[in-house]
Nanobody, 127 residues
């Protein structure tokens, strides 16, 4: 059974950092069509693409609001993708989801492209 499990969320003060993890099971991230995306949804707002990474790890993309603050990486040996979030702002508060696109190797920020989703982890940025 294909499954994604996020972890690492929590409460952090503005300017702080968190690292989210997305652990995959039931499929191997080392295979060709295994792009991973991170999305977030704040209360009353639509789900938004935050970052994505291609199967090889060489291609990444970020929404403008997090460029320079967030980085995405993957450790295929651990079957895990990470989202490092630095200089966090209150507007980053949301439930963060990771998702797997098993159709193409490249990175896409369109949520409709993704086949499997995790359950989400809450990130709250507040003083």
């Amino acid at each position: 059974q294909l499954q994604l499990v996020e972890s690492g969320g929590g409460l952090v003060q503005p300017g702080g950092s968190l690292r989210l993890s997305c652990a995959a099971s039931g499929f191997n991230l080392e295979e060709e069509y295994r792009a991973i995306g991170w999305f977030r949804q704040a209360p009353g707002k639509e789900r938004e693409g935050v970052a994505c990474i291609s199967s090889s790890g060489r291609g990444t993309d970020f929404v403008d609001s997090v460029k320079g603050r967030f980085t995405i990486s993957r450790d295929n040996a651990k079957n895990t993708v990470y989202l490092q979030m630095d200089s966090l702002k209150p507007e980053d508060t949301a439930v963060y989801y990771c998702a797997a696109d098993l159709n193409v190797p490249m990175c896409r920020m369109n949520s409709a492209s993704y086949d499997y989703w995790g359950q989400g982890t809450q990130v709250t940025v507040s003083s």
